[in-house]
């Protein structure tokens, strides 16, 4: 059950410790406790969970998350200015909050959490999707994370979850789906913001699959599909020439058509073709 906490409210919070918000760090905070908490339960009862925070800011989702029952969130804010706010949450949940000033593309997490974790984290857009992409690619699967509930841009949420067939389907989609199911679990107007930014955002929910959805080997399915939307409006014989030899062939055996577009061919036949590249 969620229970909104005894700290100041959340403008309070930003004043006191003049907590401007600095474009150059992607700073738009999320304010309403109600909303936060919703997020923080996106993948269900956080009892007990240990979680991974990227980029708490004033501390408005690490709230969310604590009030939901998290038993140790991590929280990892590259801005010092926000370390006083952060303290205070942590001194009303005695032990369950640590804070480390450090840049999240920096730093490894497992010295501090027990896996599985889930992460939550509201980070700038370019951040997430880099942070996105190295924990869809691990050196392993399953990964040491069990879900990641991610804000993005709405239209990067979109290239996350789509489906073949559509303008938005590409190396985002085929990383994501390949090892986890992936939902958009809401989208957020710029008014849920402050400041507001110029576009909608959503929040990405991925869950981490036991194993990939086909077989095939991670790094050259990842070379394959790099390559093949590459240049997404060629046929794929033309947009993957030079892979392999013969790569029509390759292509045939997949149960691909040399003449598609890389848009068309789903998951599966990625897979396939990935397999049939490995052969070479
Ligand atoms: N989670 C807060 C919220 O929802 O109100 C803040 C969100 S704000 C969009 C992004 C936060 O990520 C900022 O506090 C910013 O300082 C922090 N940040 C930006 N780049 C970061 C990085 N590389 N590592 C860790 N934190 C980062």
């Known amino acids: 059950m969620s229970q909104i906490d005894d700290l ?34 996106t993948g269900g009862s956080l009892e007990g969970a240990q979680v991974l ?12 998350l604590l009030a939901e029952g998290a038993a140790k969130v991590l929280a990892i804010e590259k801005d010092a200015r926000c370390l006083p706010a952060l303290a205070e949450i942590a001194s009303a949940y005695p032990g369950r909050l640590e804070v480390v000033n450090a840049d999240a593309l920096k730093m490894d997490v497992s010295a501090h959490l027990t896996p599985p974790w889930r992460v939550c984290a509201n980070l700038p857009y370019n951040v997430g999707t880099e942070l996105l992409v190295r ?7 399953p ?15 979109e290239r996350i979850v789509a489906a073949p067939g559509s303008k938005t389907y590409g190396r985002l989609a085929i990383l994501s789906q390949w090892r986890c199911d992936t ?6 107007p710029p008014e849920a913001f402050s400041p507001p930014p110029k576009i909608h955002s959503a929040v990405v929910h991925l869950t981490a699959l036991s194993a990939p959805r086909f077989d095939a080997d991670a790094t050259v399915l990842e070379r394959v599909v790099a390559k093949g939307f590459n240049q997404r409006r060629k046929m794929l014989r033309a947009a993957l020439k ?21 848009e068309q061919v789903p998951l599966e036949g990625w897979c396939a073709f990935a397999r049939e590249v490995a052969k070479v």
């Open 242 to 262: 030079g892979l392999v030899p013969d790569v029509e062939d390759r292509l045939l055996a997949a149960g691909i058509k040399p003449t598609d577009r890389a």
């Open 53 to 64: 925070e990227v980029g708490p800011g004033p501390g408005g989702l690490t709230r969310g």
């Open 143 to 157: 990964p040491p994370w069990e879900s990641l509930t991610l804000m993005f841009q709405k239209e990067v949420a």
């Open 135 to 141: 924990w869809l690619t691990p050196a392993s699967w």
């Open 183 to 188: 939902r958009i679990a809401m989208t957020l």
């Open 8 to 41: 100041p409210p959340l403008r309070d919070v930003i004043a006191t410790h003049d907590l401007r918000a600095k474009k150059s760090l992607g700073q738009n905070f999320l304010l309403d406790l109600n909303l936060t908490a919703r997020i923080a339960r």
